[in-house]
């Protein structure tokens, strides 16, 4: 975190994206800050300080998990760091990689015993993208299986690769061929280079500390596990809250690239608790989630608002998405309003899901545009009340069919 990113810088950023819900910004502008505060402290000091975790409480869309991704809270903490490592290091290694790079790709092209006027001619047609639609066909290294997920069975399997065991045994990396457009290989084999030159032990060890004193890991939903007298599963829930605990309080977890302490991780939890209270958690929990704030439900008034005034906003993606058919999409002010209207409309006589809806309704409305997009190239489609009116007035005033149309 830079010296700039004060707390009011924070909630600027958020108000970009996200309408309203300025207790929730300020919490976790100043949790964030703290984490920038704790690292000029005295050493003595600086890990007595443990991270204020934050419980928001509030309806399903109103923001909780915009606020939080917005700060680019990562699911896997670790795998995380170590790729934000590697990018920050391989900016300072890019010239070099770049033009390890081209030389192999040009051999890829012309072969080994082309001339050098050849491999020249080779060169400069790739720098001046003359060669975006070839293909050719480089050897890489072979990265490792993807994991197999077991999905409801609570893991992943990893696939094991014996050849590639071996070729680590005997000191060789795997390798192999594989064919992509020339940019696409530059691309890859830049990558290549770029890790070649870094000290993989060092990003992990650099990358670790960094999870350890500035992750963040946020915990949707968390009202699912707490124990209420309505239903039932209250002892495997109150299971998963014990399995939280050790994670929340600070303990330390084996990971494939060495241990890491989550003392000073910093926890967002977050969730609806329209059946559940907070206080239906184990009084540990609560404990360790001591900064509460509460999220009002959105209204039609800030519909209008997440529509026109957030950065890349929902009209804003869509005229995006159909100009690239060559067709000018106009979303009038009132077809805004309206759209807002309709949404709010089918929160409450549906269920309320929040700036969720919009979403819905958006791709309602827009449906036949998109689908006829190639018959329109080069025209203007102009969207207005009467046209939001003519498409989702009778779907939004049926029940029936919002409930499973909108």
């Known amino acids: 975190m830079t010296d700039n990113l004060t707390p009011k810088a924070i909630v600027a950023a958020l108000d970009e994206h996200i309408i309203g819900q300025q207790d929730a910004k300020r919490a976790v502008a100043v949790a964030l800050r703290n984490r920038w505060r704790r690292q000029r402290l005295g050493a003595d000091l600086r890990d007595e300080v443990t991270p204020k ?94 994991p197999f997920d077991m999905g409801n069975m609570g893991g992943s399997m990893q696939m094991i690769d014996l050849s590639d065991m071996m070729g680590k045994a005997l000191g060789r990396k795997a390798t192999r061929r594989q064919k992509l457009r020339v940019p696409d290989a530059w691309d890859r084999l830049v990558e290549e280079e770029a890790d070649k030159r870094l000290d ?22 968390i009202d699912k596990i707490a124990v209420s007298d309505v239903r039932g599963g209250s002892v495997s829930r109150e299971g998963v809250q014990r399995d939280l605990l050790p994670l929340i309080e600070g303990t330390t977890v084996a990971t494939k690239h060495g241990p890491m302490k989550t003392d000073h991780v910093l926890f967002i939890a977050s969730g609806a608790f329209h059946v559940a209270k907070p206080s239906d958690m184990l009084p540990e929990l609560q404990g360790r989630l001591p900064i509460r704030v509460e999220l009002r439900a959105l209204t039609e008034a800030d519909f209008v608002r997440i529509l026109s005034e957030t950065r890349a906003n929902l009209v804003a993606q869509y005229k995006a998405l159909l100009g690239t058919e060559d067709v000018t999409l106009d979303i009038t002010e009132d077809a805004v309003t309206q759209i807002a209207h309709i949404a709010a409309q089918v929160n409450a006589s549906v269920e309320n899901i929040g700036a969720r809806r919009l979403q819905t309704v958006m791709e309602r ?42």
Not at 61 to 87: N, P
Not at 200 to 221: S, Y
Not at 367 to 386: C, H, M, P
């Open 200 to 221: 993989q032990d060092d990003v992990a060890r650099v990358a670790l500390a960094n999870a350890e004193t500035n992750g963040i890991v946020f915990l949707d939903e």
């Open 53 to 146: 975790n934050i419980l928001m409480i509030g309806p399903t869309g109103c923001g909780k998990t915009e606020i939080s991704r917005r700060e680019q809270i990562a699911r896997d903490l670790v795998e995380e760091a170590i790729r934000l490592e590697k990018e920050r290091r391989r900016e300072a290694v890019r010239e070099a990689a770049s033009d390890a790079a081209m030389e192999r790709l040009l051999t890829a092209l012309v072969g080994d015993n082309a001339s050098e006027a050849t491999r020249a001619s080779f060169r400069q047609r790739i720098v001046q993208n003359a060669m975006n639609d070839v293909e050719v066909e480089i050897e890489v290294a072979d990265g490792p299986s993807a």
């Open 365 to 406: 409305l827009l449906e036949e545009v998109s689908f006829e997009a190639e018959d329109l190239k080069g025209e203007t489609v102009t969207i207005d009340a009467a046209y939001v009116r003519d498409k989702l007035a009778n779907l939004a005033g049926n029940t029936d069919l919002s409930k499973y149309i909108l």
